[in-house]
């Protein structure tokens, strides 16, 4: 097969490689996990293993899983867990930041050279909140935290 050809099916088939990685379910020394989109990557979560029954809309699209404030998630078996830190960096000057945060009931934190640092609350979805927040043409992304970065 020639170049072309194999760039086009790659190109046609990653959309589908996507979703079918986001109803994977996979077992690690034990544990099962499920795999979740975070800023455009795939990442495990801990799954308490239970079969979750999916609606799909009309256009046969599986809901996007949710995502709140301390979520483990983890790349792979040997990498480190990174912890959901709660917050949102949105490509943002002060006023829009600020509007964009009470429109979406975020906290405004801070902002330096454009890049906003946005507060959800409790048990807020952040995966909900950047997808729509992406839908108005705003760059945003979900802040994950290492242990390495954490005081003991």
């Known amino acids: 097969m020639n170049k072309p050809v194999t760039l086009l099916l790659a190109t046609l088939l990653a959309p589908l490689s996507g979703q079918l990685c986001a109803e994977e379910s996979v077992t690690m020394d034990g544990k099962q996990y499920s795999t979740i989109e975070v800023n455009g990557q795939t990442y495990l979560i ?3 293993g239970s079969k979750k029954r999916v609606a799909r809309s009309l256009n046969d699209k599986v809901p996007q899983q ?3 404030r301390g979520d483990v998630l983890m790349q792979g078996a040997a990498s480190p ?3 959901v830190s709660g917050t949102l960096l949105v490509e943002a000057d002060d006023a829009t930041a600020k509007a964009l945060a009470t429109r979406h009931g975020l906290n405004f934190k801070q902002s330096s050279g454009g890049i906003a640092l946005l507060e959800a609350k409790s048990g807020t979805d952040l995966n909900a909140i950047a997808t729509k927040l ?3 043409g705003v760059k945003a992304q979900i802040e994950l935290s290492g242990a ?3 005081p003991k």
């Open 46 to 48: 801990p799954d308490n």
């Open 81 to 83: 867990e990174l912890t």
């Open 148 to 150: 390495e970065r954490q």
């Open 66 to 68: 949710s995502l709140r």
């Open 134 to 136: 992406q839908s108005e």
